[in-house]
């Protein structure tokens, strides 16, 4: 039998059962991964090709593209690296009788190992160790027992609940929650319908891209009308009203407030599997605002449609990438029998993986199945656990930073290179123009969490206590963290040790707010720059909010190197507008510092204000201009400046 004659009975049995399969190969060497990929596409012609390297594919970053849309055969070509959030959405597109192609990178991973391991454990998930064997493969799911499975009538019993409710209750924000494949899409077309709209009369559909909103506007049979959610906000015509949401995990958190602030939001659906951009922690945050701010009613959906429930591939996918929360067992009392445990995550048992993985999505962090990945395979990742014999009660996930290479220092700190891996030094190297943090090594917490039971109870101080005690052993020259600015997350980071160094001035698409970095000296050295940085960090903020600015500013050590990193052109005038009014203030006659361009010292006035004011024809004219004023007074000095 023809191989393409195996593969169409394969497809017929797959189809007749309405599960799907899942076929690896792991080639050697990259010139049999190319023939691999090569005999695959001439295989299946009309397989969705995702890759991470070949140009005329579609990019496997662009995974999120797919959602809500269904396909019969999909390849994932791996080169580079195994990116694990694309592995589980695109999952999750394919129906009954689908088929999933997977070709993973050449050489070694714990866990690409994971992977290879687990499809030992499925049966319709295949390990092809190379081309020559996928006829066996082939004919060992041919004759796997697979029972019959017809397709589901529409609406199905429990989307016809849902539907009931929402058309009952047209008043209330209707929340519908469910993993992929469950009907939500059409869940919320079916409503729309039968709530009576029509073309006549639609209603508004937004989604994080058109093509996520297809199968609800499908069903919606024309009563309703997709807008982007970015077109929505700055079109107040449109405010009040009635809107859907499809997708809403892949859009940001304080987006979808705005849409539920200047809309009557009748329906949100979303899958919470971490894969879609806000992470596990979404339906939590969200549903918690959501019930704060309007009448909320939550529906969930369980049974597979796009799938078999005896499909083996969704529970092989949540295993493998640990995408559901496993139970806590509860602590016992905690004041005296834990202990503190540095590790990579490779080296833990699965028992404790789990566990691991679990306190992180429990936090509500944007977490994602590349998290998983990340802490397996890079050797710079690793886990400070404090346990209570094998129960771990909190997590610190920390990430080794610098020294970044001699000849790589100018290019990041001109703002020519950025460096994977290096956030901290590049942050704060570049953007305060500090080469000395490029040499250091630090340890960056990536992540903190504890036992949901053991929550402000100190957890988080002492496992930081003892992160701050095993640097001090490694030669490390600074501790520091990234995080986004909120009341309660600032209120913690504010007993930790470390202090504020830097904070953005842009919000974050994903998560709204306003990044910041703190850091802590391990050395002299460090110490006193990271005590400067704070000063002038500390100052800034003053100047933001209008409050009276100390004057205690080491101004060679900080103020001046923004200044010339502006006067050089790596910075941007925002990063440099309170440290020319502070060298002013301090150093300068009056009459220079009124004789600057109108409200360039204001806060309040952005950049693109400032040029309108000014009366400049663009922006890049008038940052320039002022690079050339703050360069000449560097040079001649507050005289002749």
Not at 55 to 62: E, F, G, L, N, V
Not at 472 to 484: E, K, P, R, V, Y
Not at 493 to 512: D, H, P, Y
Not at 597 to 615: E, K, M, V, Y
């Amino acid at each position: 039998m023809s191989l393409q004659a195996s593969l169409a009975l394969v497809r017929h049995h797959l189809k007749t059962a309405r599960q799907r399969a899942v076929f690896i190969f792991s080639p050697d060497h990259d010139h049999e991964r190319a023939q691999l990929r090569d005999k695959l596409l001439e295989l299946t012609p009309n397989a969705l090709h995702f890759s991470d390297t070949t140009a005329d594919t579609k990019a496997i970053h662009r995974y999120r593209d797919v959602l809500g849309q269904t396909y019969d055969a999909v390849l994932l070509d791996y080169q580079q690296l195994i990116h694990a959030d694309a592995l589980a959405a695109v999952t999750g597109t394919i129906r009954g009788g689908g088929i999933l192609w997977v070709i993973l990178p050449a050489g070694s991973s714990a866990f690409k190992q994971r992977l290879l391991q687990s499809a030992e454990e499925i049966g319709l998930v295949r390990h092809v160790g190379h081309w020559q064997h996928l006829p066996d493969h082939l004919a060992a799911v041919s004759q796997t027992h697979l029972p019959a499975s017809a397709a589901p009538d529409l609406p199905s019993a429990s989307q016809a609940q849902v539907i009931s409710q929402m058309t009952k209750y047209k008043l209330a924000t209707h929340l519908l929650l469910a993993d992929r494949g469950r009907g939500k899409s059409t869940t919320l077309g079916l409503a729309i319908k039968a709530a009576g709209y029509s073309s006549a009369k639609p209603i508004l559909v937004t989604a994080p891209q058109p093509q996520a909103a297809a199968t609800l506007l499908k069903h919606a049979a024309g009563g309703a009308r997709f807008r982007a959610w970015d077109r929505l906000l700055k079109d107040s015509s449109e405010f009040g009203a009635e809107l859907v949401i499809d997708e809403a995990a892949a859009i940001p958190l304080h987006i979808l407030k705005q849409l539920q602030q200047h809309f009557r939001v009748w329906a949100i659906a979303t899958t919470v599997d971490g894969y879609e951009g806000c992470g596990k922690g979404f339906a939590l945050r969200f549903l918690t605002w959501l019930k704060q701010s309007c009448e909320c009613q939550q529906h969930q959906l369980t049974e597979p449609l796009r799938w078999s429930t005896a499909d083996a591939v969704e529970a092989w996918l949540n295993q493998v990438l640990m995408l559901k929360l496993a139970p806590l067992k509860k602590p016992q009392a905690t004041s005296g029998q834990v202990r503190w445990h540095y590790v990579h995550a490779s080296e833990l048992s699965n028992a404790l993986l789990q566990q691991v993985m679990t306190l992180l999505l429990e936090a509500h962090y944007q977490s994602s199945p590349n998290d998983l990945r990340l802490l397996l395979d890079d050797p710079a990742q690793h886990l400070g656990l404090l346990l209570e014999d094998e129960l771990v009660i909190g997590v610190c996930w920390v990430a080794q930073e610098g020294p970044i290479e001699l000849e790589l220092q100018q290019p990041v700190l001109r703002g020519e290179r950025r460096l994977k891996g290096q956030l901290l030094p590049q942050a704060v190297g570049f953007y305060r123009q500090q080469p000395d943090c490029l040499a250091w090594r630090w340890l960056r917490i990536v992540r903190i969490a504890t036992h949901p039971e053991l929550r402000r109870q100190g957890i988080g101080r002492r496992m930081l206590t003892a992160l701050y005690q095993h640097a001090q052993t490694q030669n490390i020259d600074a501790l520091g963290t990234s995080f986004g600015i909120t009341p309660a997350v600032e209120a913690f980071w504010q007993t930790s040790g470390l202090v504020e160094i830097r904070r953005g001035q842009k919000k974050n698409m994903a998560s709204g707010a306003v990044s910041a970095i703190w850091a802590q000296g391990l050395t002299t050295a460090s110490c006193s720059l990271i005590k400067a940085l704070q000063q002038l960090q500390e100052a800034e903020l003053c100047w933001q909010r209008g409050q009276t600015v100390p004057l205690n500013l080491n101004i060679d050590t900080t103020v001046v190197p923004i200044l010339r990193g502006f006067a050089q052109g790596y910075l941007p005038l925002s990063n440099a507008r309170f440290a020319w009014w502070y060298i002013l203030r301090q150093q300068a006659a009056h009459s220079v510092l009124a004789a600057q361009p109108r409200a360039l010292f204001d806060p309040a006035i952005d950049n693109a204000a400032l040029t309108q004011i000014n009366h400049a024809n663009s922006r890049a004219e008038f940052e320039n201009q002022l690079r050339e004023i703050v360069g000449q007074y560097l040079h001649y000095g507050p005289t002749k400046g």
